[in-house]
């Protein structure tokens, strides 16, 4: 009879099928190991392995982890580590059946989102334009100005993840570009629409870069290969660095800065196309998610827009 395989060896072939298969990059790849990492001690202290346990072991587990504090999304997390692991090792012929299919997880509110008003996300528009267009601004005060002009209209207008959107190269800024590649999660590649808006932002951000090269700075803004460099060392701008600029931008247009981020601007882009009709798969390939599941959080925005549609259009409706 064949030893069954350790604990240590199945984590190792798990993670491998999700880097080869799935495109997991090391950060969600650490997160896998160290949940599967724990579940195993708990099995090892209680003589179990994950080849062998059963659903009420992993119940217990479950039991344990709110024993010792866990939030109620700590242990979401780790069981959906656990059901992705034994359907791998289903799949893989290593267990004949799932222990973790019937297993129900913490009940959680809702967290979600928050989400900028179109109006809101207007009125920073119309601030970082009039920023960007200050005659009494000094050159270098004008460039910046245009920088985070440039940034928020392109991350509006894409949906991009703060990280894709600081390190987009240079030339994803090509003036007939109507589509930009950009390297994502797992480094995936994805196409992403551009509007005019947009593309004129950055047209007039790389504009005024050239004009910033001047033969004392040989390595200026435009010898740089990012679209967004650094003004300081050399590499492109820092997500902390627009993240702090984007709150003196909101504080300047009369918004909380506590209440926006890239990651707001990332969740209002998809909010405002969903409400506006878009399909939610449509959503799903903007945004790089790669399950689905991901961009459900938005569901709720599809619901009250449905709820609007049949109050106002059904024919018994009361007007």
Known sequence: MRA?????????????????????????????????????????????TFADAETQTLRDYLADLDTRGFKSTSVARRLSAMRHLYRFLLNERIRTEDPAAILSGPKRGRGLPKVLSIADVDRMLR?????????????????????????????????LRVSE?????????????RMIVVRGKGNKERLVPLNDASRQAMADYLSA??????EKKKDSLAASKWLFPSFGESGHLT??????????????????????????????FASHLLHNGADLRIVQTLLGHTDIST???????????????????HPLAEK
């Open 209 to 214: 870069t050239e004009a910033a090269k001047t």
């Open 295 to 313: 961009t459900q959080i938005y569901t709720h925005v599809v619901e009250e827009r449905l709820k609007s549609l049949v109050r106002d259009l």
């Open 239 to 268: 997500r902390q660095h627009f993240a702090r600029d984007l709150k003196e931008l909101a504080v300047a247009s009369g918004l909380q800065a506590r209440l926006v981020s890239p990651h707001v601007l990332r969740h209002a």
């Open 165 to 177: 959107l600081v390190a987009l190269p240079r030339s994803a800024a090509k003036r007939d570009a």
């Open 4 to 48: 069954k395989p350790s604990d240590t060896k199945l984590t190792g072939l798990f993670l491998d099928m999700l880097a080869a298969e799935q495109g997991a990059g090391p950060n969600t790849l650490d997160a896998y190991r160290r949940d599967l990492t724990d579940f195993s001690e708990f099995l090892g202290r209680v003589g179990h």
């Open 127 to 159: 601030r970082a334009k009039e920023m960007s267009e200050a005659k009494d601004a000094s050159p270098s005060k004008r460039l910046r100005a245009l920088r985070l002009y440039c940034l928020l209209e392109v991350l509006y207008a894409t949906g």
